[in-house]
Nanobody
Framework: VQLQASGGGLVQAGGSLRLSCTAS????????MAWFRQAPGKEREFVAA????????KYADSVKGRFTISRDSAAIPVYLQMNSLRPEDTAVYYC?????????????????WGQGTLVTVSS
């Protein structure tokens, strides 16, 4: 099973990007999914999560009101729409899946990870 994150790039502050997470081998229709990020020299941190049904979401306080996580009715892809980007959003963004339908913010509760996509926000 392989998760693949894409959509990163270079954007100016105030701009937008949409990240996508796709998978091969399974649909993850019964799995909660999440986005995490890791900035240079910092620990990986939670960004957003969505339940298996798509009916429940969680966000880090730092991205609330700016980022939106969503998923297709087919469960994959999972998207992260990022608006009003700030230089402090610069990081490698990872998508992750867990073997349960409910959302959690703890990275250790996620079982499958993608390779990451780099988001760079210039000031």
């Amino acid at each position: 099973v392989q998760l693949q994150a894409s959509g990163g790039g270079l954007v100016q502050a105030g701009g937008s990007l949409r990240l996508s997470c796709t998978a091969s081998g399974r649909t993850f229709s019964r799995n909660a999914m999440a986005w995490f990020r890791q900035a240079p020299g910092k620990e990986r941190e939670f960004v957003a999560a969505i339940s298996a049904s798509g009916g429940s979401t969680k966000y880090a306080d730092s991205v609330k009101g700016r980022f939106t996580i969503s998923r297709d009715s087919a469960a994959i892809p999972v998207y992260l729409q990022m608006n009003s980007l700030r230089p402090e959003d610069t990081a490698v963004y990872y998508c992750a899946a867990r073997d349960y339908p409910n959302t959690v913010v703890d990275a250790t509760q996620y079982d499958a990870w993608g390779q990451g996509t780099l988001v760079t926000v210039s000031s």
